[in-house]
Nanobody, 124 residues
Framework: QVRLVESGGGLVQAGGSLRLSCVAS????????MGWFRQAPGKEREFVAG????????YYADSVKGRFTISRDNAKNTLYLQMDSLKPEDTAVYYC?????????????????WGQGTQVTVSS
């Protein structure tokens, strides 16, 4: 069992930046491949970015590629999402996710654990 707690969301103007954090507790953080997902009102939850257990590989949805950067610090049990050049269409609740599977975490059905989510609102 692992508990995930996100922070760092808020209100920002278009073109601005935010950094999300996700602190994990429970089992060994490096046991998990991790990812960020988001869900806008009236839409399904969608993949944003993923990272392997060691941090050696990262991958992104096309909609955020070149603007968002995922990273992790296994010594601090923390996952990050640096979001730059934010757009109004990035407005959503952002969720931290973990999988025990040694796969690229890109689908919601692969997730074993979810955080509670943090709201990101980008104004135009």
């Amino acid at each position: 069992q692992v508990r995930l707690v996100e922070s760092g969301g808020g209100l920002v103007q278009a073109g601005g930046s935010l950094r999300l954090s996700c602190v994990a507790s429970g089992r060994t953080f490096s046991d998990y491949n991790m990812g960020w997902f988001r869900q806008a009102p009236g839409k399904e939850r969608e993949f944003v970015a993923g990272i392997t257990w060691s941090g050696s590989s990262t991958y992104y949805a096309d909609s955020v590629k070149g603007r968002f950067t995922i990273s992790r610090d296994n010594a601090k049990n923390t996952l990050y999402l640096q979001m730059d050049s934010l757009k109004p269409e990035d407005t959503a609740v952002y969720y931290c996710a973990a999988t025990t599977l040694r796969i690229l975490l890109i689908n919601t059905y692969q997730v074993n654990y979810w955080g509670q989510g943090t709201q990101v609102t980008v104004s135009s």
